[in-house]
Structure formats: structure tokens, C-alpha cells
């Protein structure tokens, strides 16, 4: 089984100021780490993953997160931050079998991202 | 491709009424599965379905509970005998199935249950 603990339910910041989004995960088994972002009023949108390989990764609109496998975490990063980067952001992990996915994605609790001018 | 979709998208019901959600994935994703989000929360995984095949449920379903996936295509979700702890955004996502599985969410359908 997995979890998932983001620490922070709520991260105020103002705009242009970089910004760290904290997910830790448990699990017995290796897993895929994911960042999900809902926009207000929408529905979950895939932010970026990691899957294998590099442990850095990134998204088209500057977000980063990286896998640190000893410390079991996956926090999101973004040096400058806009005001249409407020949403709720959610860490989830999949446990893998044999290097595929066991299909269900665990979440955390989510974490309210409030970008002020 | 059009996403996911996900009918009706709000469901205002009284307790003890039954009720049905539909979710139709993306054409040619054999993986659909359903999740649960309450206030305050990350979605909880309910059930999925490779193909028509239900292949996992979670202990948080209970009997009242049932998801069907005729044909391997649109998925519906059942609840019967609704409680007011029903209440909850209910989120459909679909996927490919390939190694790593990304999935791809639903609008949800947000169910009040008076």
C-alpha cells in the first residue's frame, strides 16, 4: 500500500516570488510520482510525472519537481510564480508490479496554492 | 479526442434515493477507474476496470455501491439507498493502460445528498 503526505494545506506567496510545494510519499514497493494541478472550477490536470531516468523534472510552465528516493519526496518547485498559478496542487504516486503501474493513483491532501500581486 | 466526460455534472438527490453517474473515457483507453473527493481532500480511489473487467475495489465501497463497464466503453457508477456522507465529488479518469499509466480526469459529477 502507499500514501501520500503534503505538508502544507496552504502556500500564500506573492507573484514573482519562487515557491517549493512539499510531497512525501510511503510505500513498499517502487512507484511513479505524479503532480496533479485543479484549476478553480476545473478538473484535475496532469502537471508532470516522473517515471524513470533523470530524477529532475519538469513542466512546459516552469514547474519542477524532483525524486529524492532516500528521503522518500517529490517537491514541486517554481523560481517565479504568476498569479495564474493559483490552484490546488495534489502529489500522487502509483505502486508498480514487475514495472507496471497496479493502475490506482494515491493522492495526498492537496495543497492551495494563493499567488498575490 | 474529446476527454473525458462525465454526465450529469452536479446531482441533487434526498437521502435514501438511488442514483447512477456515467462516465465516457477516452475512445480506445481500455483502463477507466472512479474516484471519490470530499472537501478539504485528495481524491480516494474507488474501483477501475481494465477493459470490462472490474479488476479492483476499495474497501471504502460499500455494498451500496456498483460500477459497471458494459463493453468496455462508458462506465456507470450506482449508488443506492443514499446518506448524506454520499455527498462528494465523484471522478472518473481513464488511460491507456501502457507501463506508465498516465491518467486523464473527468470534469466529476458533484452529488448532494439532503
Known amino acids: 500500500a502507499q500514501s501520500v503526505t503534503q505538508l502544507d494545506s496552504q502556500v500564500p506567496v506573492f507573484e514573482e516570488a519562487p515557491v517549493e510545494l512539499r510531497c512525501n510519499y510511503s510505500?513498499?514497493?517502487?512507484?511513479?510520482l505524479f503532480w496533479y494541478v485543479q484549476y478553480p472550477n476545473q478538473g484535475l490536470q496532469l502537471l508532470l510525472k516522473y517515471l524513470s531516468g533523470s530524477t529532475l523534472v519538469k513542466s512546459i510552465n516552469g514547474f519542477e519537481a524532483e525524486f529524492n528516493k532516500s528521503q522518500t519526496s517529490f517537491h514541486l518547485r517554481k523560481p517565479s510564480v504568476h498569479i495564474s498559478d493559483t490552484a490546488e496542487y495534489f502529489c500522487a504516486v502509483s505502486g508498480l508490479l514487475g514495472g507496471t503501474s497496479y493502475g490506482k493513483l494515491t493522492f495526498g491532501q492537496g495543497t492551495i496554492l494563493t499567488v498575490h500581486p | 479526442d474529446t476527454g473525458v466526460s462525465q454526465n450529469p455534472r452536479h446531482k441533487i438527490t434526498k437521502r435514501g434515493q438511488n442514483v447512477t453517474f456515467r462516465c465516457d473515457p477516452i475512445s480506445e483507453h481500455n483502463r477507466l477507474y472512479w474516484y471519490r473527493q470530499t472537501l478539504g481532500q485528495g481524491p480516494e480511489f474507488l474501483t477501475y476496470f481494465q477493459n470490462e473487467a472490474q479488476l479492483e475495489k476499495s474497501r471504502l465501497l460499500s455494498d451500496r455501491f456498483s460500477a459497471e463497464r458494459p463493453k468496455g466503453s462508458f462506465s456507470t457508477l450506482e449508488i443506492q439507498r443514499t446518506e448524506q456522507g454520499d455527498s462528494a465529488m465523484y471522478l472518473c479518469?481513464?488511460?491507456?493502460?501502457?507501463?506508465?499509466?498516465?491518467?486523464?480526469f473527468g470534469p466529476g459529477t458533484r452529488l448532494t445528498v439532503l
Open positions: 510505500s513498499s514497493v517502487s512507484v511513479y
Open positions: 479518469a481513464s488511460s491507456s493502460g501502457l507501463a506508465w499509466d498516465e491518467q486523464f
